[in-house]
């Protein structure tokens, strides 16, 4: 167990819609990571938080929005979703900067788009 | 962008054999890291290796970096069953910003009993 909790596990959802993907990270982790993994693409950066203020972005569409709250738990939003949408978003937590130290993986949340 | 580079892409041995695998990055770097999914599974960290170091083991894994060549390679001896999973090789981003890590597409490795 990592200590990072995603939820929720699975999602089906229609085209057009919009979800809600949450993080909590492991205690005293400052830094939470969102990624994404699918078969065609890898595992692709979104967006990292660090104590509550956006820290990097990388792949990330304009239909996606992400935000860490001052408990440091961090949810993404997937807007207009389409059949290319539907991976796997994983989260993950550090102590600090993910480029010097590990990063603690969640399960990740699997969204299928219909 | 994708930082390191798997090779090979499959791999598929029988249980006791070794298993090697192969990562090669663009930019240097300071630290290069090696995680391990299992099928549908959550990444777990296995090891970091510093830019100053060459060689580093961890049980049965060893890691060796060559920053000249800008590659490094995962070592799992004595393979069992339970090794069968995706290794993806790891680096620090540094093209226009820090504190995250780009993962290559992955080995996905196949342990027989």
């Known amino acids: 167990d990592s200590g990072v909790t995603q939820t929720p596990k699975h999602l089906i959802t229609a085209t057009g819609q919009r979800v809600t993907l949450r993080c909590s990270p492991r205690?005293?982790?400052?830094?939470v990571y969102w990624y994404q993994q699918s078969l065609d693409q890898g595992l692709q950066f979104l967006i990292q938080y660090y104590n509550g203020e956006e820290r990097a972005k990388g792949n990330i569409l304009e239909r996606f929005s992400a935000q860490q709250f001052p408990d440091l738990h961090s949810e993404l939003n997937l807007s207009s979703l389409e059949l290319g949408d539907s991976a796997l978003y994983f989260c993950?937590?550090?102590?600090?900067?993910?480029?010097?130290?590990?990063?603690?993986f969640g399960e990740g949340s699997r969204l299928t788009v219909l | 962008s994708q930082q390191g580079e798997e090779d090979p892409q499959a791999l598929s041995i029988q249980e006791g054999e070794n298993a090697t695998m192969n990562c090669s990055y663009k930019?240097?770097?300071?630290?290069l890291q090696w995680y391990r999914q299992n099928s549908g599974r959550g990444l777990v960290h296995l090891i970091l290796?510093?830019?100053?170091?060459r060689e580093k083991h961890s049980g049965r894994l060893r890691v060796t970096l060559d920053t000249s060549k800008k590659s490094s390679s995962l070592l799992i001896t004595a393979s069992r069953a339970a090794d069968t999973a995706s290794y993806f090789c790891?680096?620090?981003?540094?093209?226009?910003?820090?504190?995250?890590?780009?993962f290559g597409k992955g080995t996905k490795l196949s342990v027989k009993p």
């Open positions: 205690s005293g982790d400052l830094s």
């Open positions: 930019t240097s770097i300071n630290n």
């Open positions: 290796i510093r830019s100053n170091e």
């Open positions: 790891a680096t620090p981003n540094y093209g226009g910003s820090q504190g995250n890590l780009i």
């Open positions: 993950a937590s550090s102590v600090g900067w993910g480029d010097t130290g590990e990063l603690f």
